[in-house]
């Protein structure tokens, strides 16, 4: 168990629809990061939190959002889905931005029908 | 741009040594491993920084070339739970680049 948590597990939704997905960081981890993950692409990056603030972006579409709130825990939004966005959702944290240990939670599995 | 890896799969038996490849075309500040076994999330294995220095698990061992900008990730005596595939992730040397991009991953799978 890595300390990460996200919700939910799974999720399954048409296209077109809108989704959350949620992330808690380890404890004392002020990083967090976003990256999806299907079979063809391996892990793409998609966005980096530190402290509430963004601090790099990666691949990620315009009809996806994310921000970490004062607590620290992050959200990822995801609108008008397509079927091409289904994947593995995974959240990782880490206590500062750059060369540190990411710490990566169980993932959640979206599924666009 | 996405790191190149190779192999992209390697079976092993027990007790043989595999070694993982790591190759960008960018320069890179540093490269980090993880490793993830099916169903799982990755799991962190080594990052090694520009200049030589080196995070990570004692019995992992990897090597950070700067002018080729390769790394290579070396499992020696392999065991069955060695077993999972193996990703890459580069730093570029841009100022402020917090982000990881990853390889496609080398599939490792250990028989006895």
């Known amino acids: 168990d890595s300390g990460v948590t996200q919700t939910p597990k799974h999720l399954i939704t048409a296209t077109g629809q809108r989704v959350t997905l949620r992330c808690s960081p380890r404890s004392g981890d002020l990083s967090v990061y976003w990256y999806q993950q299907s079979l063809d692409q391996g892990l793409q990056f998609l966005i980096q939190y530190y402290n509430g603030e963004e601090r790099a972006k990666g691949n990620i579409l315009e009809r996806f959002s994310a921000q970490q709130f004062p607590d620290l825990h992050s959200e990822l939004n995801l609108s008008s889905l397509e079927l091409g966005d289904s994947a593995l959702y995974f959240c990782a944290s880490s206590v500062a931005p750059g060369d540190y240990e990411q710490y990566f939670g169980p993932g959640t599995r979206l599924t666009v029908t | 741009q996405q790191p190149v890896q190779s192999p992209q799969a390697v079976i092993l038996r027990e007790g043989e040594d595999a070694v993982i490849n790591c190759s960008s075309s960018?320069?890179?500040?540093?490269v980090h491993w993880y490793r993830q076994k099916h169903g799982e999330a990755p799991v962190f294995l080594m990052i090694l920084l520009k200049g030589g220095e080196q995070k990570g698990h004692e019995k992992i061992s990897a090597s950070f070339n700067e002018k080729k900008q390769q790394s290579s990730l070396y499992l020696t005596a392999s065991q069955l739970s060695y077993s999972g595939t193996y990703f890459c992730g580069t730093e570029g040397t841009g100022a402020g680049s917090y982000q990881l991009t990853f390889g496609k991953g080398t599939k490792l799978s250990v028989i006895p």
């Open positions: 960018k320069a890179l500040y540093s």
